[in-house]
Nanobody, 116 residues
Framework: QVQLVESGGGLVQAGASLRLSCAGS????????MGWYRQAPGKEREFVAAISWDGSSELYGDSVRDRFTISRDNAENTVSLQMNSLTPEDTAIYYCNTRPPRYDYWGQGTQVTVSS
């Protein structure tokens, strides 16, 4: 069983950067491919980025490629998302989960709001 807690969100202006963190518990954290997902008001949750269990490969959604970078530290049981050049379209609640996501691993997420 893995428990995930997201942090690092906030209110920023367009063009700013934020770094999100996801702290995981459980002995199996390092064996999971992990992902970041987001849900904007009135929209379905969407995939943002993913990283393989050993950090050797990454995958990004089209809307964030070249702006966001995912990383992980299995020794610390953390997954991070560096977000640069934020736009109002990035406003959403951001969640981490395994990839593919498990319904019982969804946490509270962290709110990111980007003002124009």
């Amino acid at each position: 069983q893995v428990q995930l807690v997201e942090s690092g969100g906030g209110l920023v202006q367009a063009g700013a950067s934020l770094r999100l963190s996801c702290a995981g518990s459980g002995r199996t954290f390092g064996s999971h491919d992990m992902g970041w997902y987001r849900q904007a008001p009135g929209k379905e949750r969407e995939f943002v980025a993913a990283i393989s269990w050993d950090g050797s490969s990454e995958l990004y959604g089209d809307s964030v490629r070249d702006r966001f970078t995912i990383s992980r530290d299995n020794a610390e049981n953390t997954v991070s998302l560096q977000m640069n050049s934020l736009t109002p379209e990035d406003t959403a609640i951001y969640y981490c989960n395994t990839r593919p996501p498990r319904y019982d691993y969804w946490g509270q997420g962290t709110q990111v709001t980007v003002s124009s």
